[in-house]
C-alpha cells in the first residue's frame, strides 16, 4: 500500500497561482518509479473528476481540458513526489485536490477505479 500526503493548497485570488506536491512512501520495498500518478478534484455537491496524470517514467502526462494550459503536472522520482503548478486559477478550480497511484505504470486517465491508492486531499479556494 502507497501512503500519500498533499500539500500546498490554500486560499488564491483568482489569477494567482498555487503548486501543490503529493508526497509518496510505502512498506520497505516500495518503488515510486513503479506508479502511475494522477491528480483529482472534488468540489462541493460534485463528483470527484480527473485532472492530470503522468506516467510513471514521467515521459507521458495528460490533462483535462479544463485545465489544459494552465495546469502541470510533474514528478520527482527521486524525492518520491508529483507536483501540479496552477496557473490563471478561476473560482470554478476551487476543490478539494487529491493525488491518487495507479499500479498501471502507463494509465493516467479519469478513471477512479483505476487507482487503488489515495491521499487525504487539499483544500483550493479561489476567490477575491
Known amino acids: 500500500q502507497v501512503q500519500l500526503v498533499e500539500s500546498g493548497g490554500g486560499l488564491v485570488q483568482p489569477g494567482g497561482s498555487l503548486r501543490l506536491s503529493c508526497a509518496a512512501s510505502?512498506?520497505?520495498?516500495?518503488?515510486?518509479?513503479?506508479?502511475?500518478m494522477s491528480w483529482f478534484r472534488q468540489a462541493p455537491g460534485k463528483e470527484r473528476e480527473w485532472v492530470a496524470g503522468?506516467?510513471?517514467?514521467?515521459?507521458?502526462?495528460n490533462s483535462a481540458d479544463d485545465v489544459k494550459g494552465r495546469f502541470t503536472i510533474s514528478r520527482d522520482n527521486a524525492k518520491n513526489t508529483v507536483s501540479l503548478q496552477m496557473n490563471s486559477l478561476k473560482p470554478d478550480d476551487t476543490a478539494v485536490y487529491y493525488c491518487?497511484?495507479?499500479?498501471?505504470?502507463?494509465?493516467?486517465?479519469?478513471?477512479?477505479?483505476?487507482?487503488?491508492?489515495w491521499g487525504q486531499g487539499t483544500q483550493v479556494t479561489v476567490s477575491s
Open positions: 491518487a497511484a495507479s499500479r498501471v505504470r502507463i494509465y493516467i486517465g479519469p478513471a477512479p477505479s483505476m487507482y487503488g491508492d
Open positions: 503522468i506516467t510513471a517514467t514521467g515521459g507521458v502526462t
Open positions: 510505502g512498506a520497505s520495498g516500495f518503488t515510486f518509479s513503479n506508479y502511475a
